[in-house]
Each structure stands twice: as C-alpha cells, then as structure tokens.
C-alpha cells in the first residue's frame, strides 16, 4: 500500500519561499510508470494542479504560477519536494501530494497524502 | 489550458434520490475524464476513471458516463456517506484541470 505523507513549515512570510516534502513509503518514487505531484486547495475552493515529476525526474509546472514552482526529489530517501518562490496571501492552501498512475487508462490521482495547510502572512 | 465546467455547484437532495452532475471541457478529451469524492478535511479520493471505469472498491450506485466533451456521474440512489463534494478532473493533457466541484448537500 502506497502512503504519501506531506511535512513542512504551516506559516510562511509574504515574498519568501515556500517548501514542503513529501515522504513516500510503499513504493520508489524512482521507478515504474508514475508521475508525484502536487496539488493544492484554498479554503472553500477548489483543487489547482501545480506540477508534476515523473520517476526519470522529468518535471511539469501549471504555467499559472509564472515560473514560482519548482519540483525536486531525494530518491535515497524516497521523497520529493516542492518550493514555491515569492508567495503572497493567494498562496495559502492546502497543499497534497499525490501519485499519478501513468499506465493506467485514466491516468489518475491514485493515493493522496493527506493534505498540509499553508498559510501565508507576515 | 482546458476549461472544466460543472453543474450545478451545488445541490440538495434526499437520501434515496438519483443525482446526477455535468462536466463539460472546453475541447475534445476523448475519455481522459476522472471524478472524485472529497468529504470536509480530507484529501479526494477516486471514483470512476477513463469516464465510466467504476474503481475497486466504489459502491456500484455511482456511474459515470460520456467521451469528447460531455461527461456525467450519477449516484443512483443517494446514501447518507455520499453527501459531499465531487470534482471531475481531465488527464488529457498538461496542466491538469479540476471542475469547479458540486457540493451534494441534504435537503
């Protein structure tokens, strides 16, 4: 069984840096056919799709985010992280990492962690 | 980017009721269309995928149907646990979309 866990700082200051890791257990983040990604969620609103890294370490990024996203792993310790560049309060989210399996017909969000709130504010 | 459209945003409903939700892309997708559940403080989870794929371990009161640009999940007769907020998502191409979601509310 797959298991994404995110961690990192919940209080972030306006034009810092934003970063957060995804610990994965179950399975490589280096091997077969998926893509990590990370996902986010303001309050009361609906799911944005930031980006993506596939287990060759090729990356994807949402053009919204203007260049801010940067995806990057540690595949000795099985994780992969995000850094969100210059945040402002519409940074503040709930940010989930997922797993997408890439064989499969649907290409979907197969496991989730289970989310990690971000607020942005001096 | 590829546009979702979902309808309604929002709905009340009893238990026992079919419900049916719309999802309408901005161009053609072919079946790379998936719908999820999310309940208040948790992550989605999967509930039908390729647009009419029902995942292993849904109950099979849910549905989906539809190719192209038109899409539809149905709840065949409404339970208690499926009052939340279902989304649908293209996996046709980069970046990902989300719909706008539709909260099933009780009524």
């Known amino acids: 069984q797959v298991q994404l866990q995110e961690s990192g700082p919940g209080l972030v200051k306006p034009s810092q840096t934003l970063s957060l890791t995804c610990t994965v257990s179950?399975?490589?983040?280096?091997?077969?056919?998926?893509?990590w990604s990370w996902i986010r969620q303001p309050a009361g609103k609906g799911l944005e799709w930031i980006g993506r890294?596939?287990?060759?370490?090729?990356?994807n990024y949402n053009p919204s985010l203007k260049g801010r996203a940067t995806i990057s792993r540690d595949t000795s310790k099985n994780e992969f992280s995000l850094n969100l560049s210059s945040v402002t309060a519409a940074d503040t989210a709930i940010y989930y990492c997922?797993?997408?399996?890439?064989?499969?017909?649907?290409?979907?969000?197969?496991?989730w962690g289970q989310g990690i709130l971000v607020t942005v504010s001096s | 980017d590829i546009q979702m459209t979902q309808s309604p945003s929002s709905l009340s409903a009893s238990v026992g009721d079919r419900v049916t939700i719309t999802c309408r892309t901005s161009?053609?997708?072919?079946?790379?269309l998936n719908w999820y559940q999310q309940k208040p403080g948790k992550a989605p989870i999967l509930l039908i995928y390729?647009?009419?794929t029902l995942q292993s371990g849904v109950p099979s009161r849910f549905s989906g149907s539809g190719s192209g640009t038109d899409f539809t999940l149905t709840i065949s007769s409404l339970q208690p646990e499926d009052f939340a907020t279902y989304y649908c998502?293209?996996?046709?191409?980069?970046?990902?979309?989300f719909g706008q979601g539709t909260k099933v509310e009780i009524k």
């Open positions: 179950g399975g490589s983040i280096s091997s077969g056919n998926y893509y």
């Open positions: 161009q053609t997708i072919s079946n790379y």
């Open positions: 890294m596939y287990t060759s370490g090729t990356t």
């Open positions: 997922a797993r997408v399996d890439y064989g499969a017909p649907g290409r979907y969000f197969d496991y």
């Open positions: 998502q293209q996996s046709y191409s980069t970046p990902r979309t």
């Open positions: 390729a647009a009419s």
